[in-house]
């Protein structure tokens, strides 16, 4: 038994048993038609059999299905539904994403600022506290021309300026070298950020900066070199030069103190002592300026140029004032025209 879908045109072999809705589309079916006539083997028969299964019924059509089982159902479709909205613009998809150039900082391998400005202060302290002893002892030397003075008081300002004369040459020492790592390490990291290398070998700044004498002339050099390359020695020059000018003015003391303090006459070792206060103060000064040389170049950082370019308008050519539709047309003193 055949029945046809009024909705999609299926034909359906029902077998023996009428249904009503089609497994396919869930259409309606059509009632199922009779059984088609015994073919006969005349001519005539054939031609007249033909004819009328031709015309079929209304709502029936021939369809070509294959013999068995009806084919399994078609899977309904999702409902999808609503149309999705945004708010925002979304920000999936296909994204390109490219790789950002990590930047070469220079890499500062010198000392931290702290231990520098420490060292710094503390050896100006002990310059500072060596001049004020010998100072005592000044005035020790001034009252022992008239009173004789007690052993332990005369002991202990003997002593206390020896000590702290050598703690003053060790700290100045300690100060020199610290100063010194970080002039290394502050032009390694200009002339890196400028794509350059250091001319000057880290042996040669370290040879011009720490060997007496010899330092006064090279260090200030390397200094203004370094400013020169940051593009400071316009803020930089003076202090440099002022700090130059203390340090060399404290050496000539320091050696001239030196040399006269061999005598053993009392006028010879009261001059002795004063050149030796001078030295220490001149001494502290020097410490305290390269101090604020020091600070000058770490007030800011290598990577931050000390040139901002500003945009400016640009000022108006002769030409341009010529063209200006709104220019006078009257001259000076007149009134316009009517």
């Known amino acids: 038994m055949i029945q046809v879908c009024s909705q999609c045109g299926t034909r359906w072999n029902v077998r023996d048993r009428q249904r009503v809705w089609c497994p396919r589309c869930r259409g309606t079916l059509l009632a199922p038609g009779g059984p088609a006539p015994a073919p006969e083997w005349r001519r005539g028969d054939a031609v007249s059999v033909q004819r009328r299964s031709a015309a079929l019924p209304a709502g029936f059509r021939w369809v070509a299905v294959r013999p068995g089982a009806p084919p399994a159902p078609r899977r309904p479709r999702r409902d999808p539904g609503p149309t999705p909205r945004y708010a925002a613009i979304p920000r999936w998809g296909l994204v390109e994403h490219f790789d950002a150039e990590v930047e070469q900082r220079p890499v500062r391998t010198g000392p931290s600022l702290r231990a520098v400005r420490i060292v710094l202060l503390t050896a100006a302290a002990v310059l500072g506290a060596a001049a004020f002893v010998h100072l005592i002892r000044y005035v020790l030397l001034i009252i022992n021309r008239t009173m004789l003075l007690n052993p332990w008081v005369a002991g202990i300002a003997t002593w206390a ?32 950020h400028r794509g350059q290398d250091d001319p000057r070998p880290a ?84 410490l305290l300026l390269a101090q604020q040389v020091f600070l000058g170049f770490e007030r800011q950082p290598v990577e931050r140029p000390s040139k901002r370019w500003v945009m400016v308008a640009a000022p108006e050519s002769d030409e341009q004032k010529d063209d200006d539709p709104a220019r006078a047309v009257e001259p000076e003193g007149q009134n316009p025209a009517a």
């Open 203 to 286: 042996w040669a700044l370290r040879l011009g900066s720490l060997v007496p004498v010899v330092n006064l002339a090279w260090a200030p050099v390397f200094v203004l070199e370094l400013a020169d390359v940051e593009d400071r020695q316009t803020w930089l020059r003076r202090p440099i030069a002022v700090w130059w000018g203390i340090w060399v003015a404290s050496t000539v003391l320091s050696l001239f103190s030196i040399a006269t303090s061999f005598t053993a006459d009392p006028q010879g070792i009261a001059d002795n002592t004063v050149a030796t206060v001078v030295a220490y103060l001149f001494g502290a000064a020097a």
């Open 161 to 192: 300026g020896v000590v702290l004369s050598v703690v003053s040459m060790f700290v100045v020492v300690a100060a020199a070298v610290l100063l010194t790592n970080w002039l290394i390490a502050r032009r390694a990291a200009a002339y890196a």
